[in-house]
């Protein structure tokens, strides 16, 4: 057995969620806030058999996006708040997975 932690953005979360159900896949989502651009993201807690992993991966993979997302510079780097003010574009979104081993899974 796996568990897979899967963290995305909001904006994919609802489609994600919708999606794990119809794969039949349990899973548990928390509410998190990432350390880059401080904004809303998800993570999803699913435990899978281990020949199961690779069909939820692309179930990650086909709902959750990369976008791009214009911010400040001096959300970026404060110390550079005096000498840049135009936006940046950067990369948002897409999923970050982890894949842990489970020792022991007890369902109550």
Do not use: W, Y
Request: net charge neutral; hydrophobic share 40%; proline share 5%.
């Amino acid at each position: 057995m796996k568990l897979i932690l899967a963290i995305i953005q909001d904006k994919d979360s609802q489609q994600l969620q919708e999606e794990l159900v119809k794969g039949n896949f349990r899973a548990t989502k928390l509410p998190s806030t990432g350390g880059f651009l401080k904004a809303g993201n998800c993570t999803f807690i699913i435990g899978v058999e281990e020949e199961k992993v690779d069909d939820v991966l692309t179930i990650i993979k086909k709902n959750c996006h990369t976008r791009s997302q214009f911010v400040t510079p001096t959300f970026l780097m404060p110390e550079a708040a005096s000498s840049l003010t135009e936006p940046v574009e950067v990369q948002v979104g897409g999923a970050t997975c982890f894949i842990l081993p489970v020792d022991k899974f007890v369902r109550f």
